[in-house]
């Protein structure tokens, strides 16, 4: 009997972490919606990946020497789940109220939206599902930029 509840323990631990410690555990309300990104966990591990290529990004990675990477990804992560029909809430600030006063001129707003498009590719995205993204993300731009 101890075995059994043992062997439960372990399994649902491993369910939780992934053998990697790579999963996220947090399930989106329509998966099926981000199927194309992975799922929840696939766009984590994508904005994981655009943070630290903005990061090391010389164009605009000193914007970015203090950021906390995975506050930052949980909060792109949760505007993507919520712009593709996944049904996450987004919680941070507002786009026009996050980027204010930084100075972000178009060159910089292509240089972060290329580091998403080879986050994407590295993630095996297809190109109709990053099109999707880049489609509600463009509008953006007048919020973010400053003109
Ligand atoms: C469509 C394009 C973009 C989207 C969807 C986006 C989204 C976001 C989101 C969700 C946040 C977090 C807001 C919060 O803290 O409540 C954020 C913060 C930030 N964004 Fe953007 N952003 C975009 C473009 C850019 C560009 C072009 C730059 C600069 C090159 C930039 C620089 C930053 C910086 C420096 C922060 C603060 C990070 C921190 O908390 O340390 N963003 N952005």
């Not at 062997?7 to 939780?16: E, P, Q, V």
């Not at 696939?42 to 506050?71: E, Q, Y």
């Not at 006063?101 to 590295?122: P, S």
Request: charged share 20%; aromatic share 6%; hydrophobic share 45%.
């Amino acid at each position: 009997m101890k075995k059994t509840i043992l062997i439960a323990l372990t399994a649902a631990t491993f369910a939780l972490t992934g053998l990697n410690g790579a999963t996220f555990a947090k399930a989106a309300p329509n998966e099926a919606a981000i199927a194309g990104f992975g799922g929840y966990d696939g766009l984590m591990k994508i904005n994981l990946d655009l943070v630290a290529r903005v990061k090391a990004n010389p164009l605009i990675g000193s914007l970015f020497k203090d950021t906390d990477a995975t506050r930052l990804a949980t909060l792109l992560s949760d505007q993507f789940c919520e712009l593709l029909g996944g049904g996450c809430t987004y919680t941070g600030n507002d786009m026009k109220a996050a980027h204010q006063g930084m100075g972000i001129k178009t060159h910089h707003f292509n240089a972060l939206a290329e580091d998403l498009q080879r986050a994407m590719d590295a993630a095996g995205v297809s190109q109709s599902e990053q099109f999707r993204l880049i489609g509600k993300l463009a509008p953006m731009k007048r919020d973010i930029n400053d003109q």
